[in-house]
T-cell receptor, first 109, second 117 residues
């Protein structure tokens, strides 16, 4: 089956720093979503991005479907950015969502 | 505030208890989902309801029983659970179900954290 790998698994940064999170997938997919889960468990859909680049405030995402990866950029990090970032890809065959293992981000004040 | 509301936020139950988790959305979404999430793991899909009908059951044990009374409500009935069922249970909704590509852009509730003693 398809493999979804996220890197790095853990990231600790100072407030104000920039970061890049990566999601690699082993086969062609219909689309890709990025989620943020805060320390209390709330999952928020950040981007639905099958290809191209999208921006939302300090966050932006780029998916290069032909090369099977997506990047999530966080600029000027704030402590509220802490949590786990998941990417999830949708399969062509049955539209099932396959999740990566996540990147745990800690932003220190 | 999330547009998917889950209750209760926390639940502690014994292995012989019967309890229910509730989920409500008023976004007009036609698909609703139950996910189970263990610590430091991604969410695992349990059930999908599409247009109030159960469309996907990911081989979940019968001690978990879903119910969709109407398009806005989703329940998960719990009976005779095991300690390993302790987890965060997440409800989600999307405009359409998995029958349509790209339609399952998910909106999650805040979750119900379940502890089975």
């Amino acid at each position: 089956g398809i493999q979804v790998e996220q890197s790095p698994p853990d990231l600790i940064l100072q407030e104000g720093a920039n970061s890049t999170l990566r999601c690699n997938f082993s086969d062609s997919v219909n689309n890709l979503q990025w989620f943020h889960q805060n320390p209390w468990g709330q999952l928020i859909n950040l981007f639905y991005i099958p290809s191209g680049t999208k921006q939302n405030g300090r966050l932006s995402a780029t998916t290069v479907a032909t090369e099977r990866y997506s990047l999530l950029y966080i600029s000027s990090s704030q402590t509220t950015d802490s949590g786990v970032y998941f990417c999830a890809v949708e399969l062509y065959s049955n539209y099932q969502l396959i999740w990566g293992a996540g990147t745990k981000l800690i932003i220190k004040p | 505030d999330t547009e998917v509301t889950q209750t209760p936020k926390h639940l502690v139950m014994g292995m012989t208890n019967k309890k229910s988790l509730k989920c409500e959305q008023h976004m007009g979404h036609r698909a609703m989902y139950w996910y189970k999430q263990k610590a430091k793991k991604p969410p695992e899909l349990m059930f999908v309801y599409s247009y109030e009908k159960l469309s996907i059951n990911e081989s979940v044990p019968s001690r978990f029983s879903p119910e969709c009374p109407n398009s806005s409500l989703l329940n998960l009935h719990l009976h005779a659970l095991q300690p390993e069922d302790s987890a965060l249970y997440l409800c989600a909704s999307s405009q359409e179900g998995r029958e349509v590509s790209g339609a399952n852009v998910l909106t999650f509730g805040a979750g119900s954290r379940l502890t089975v003693l």
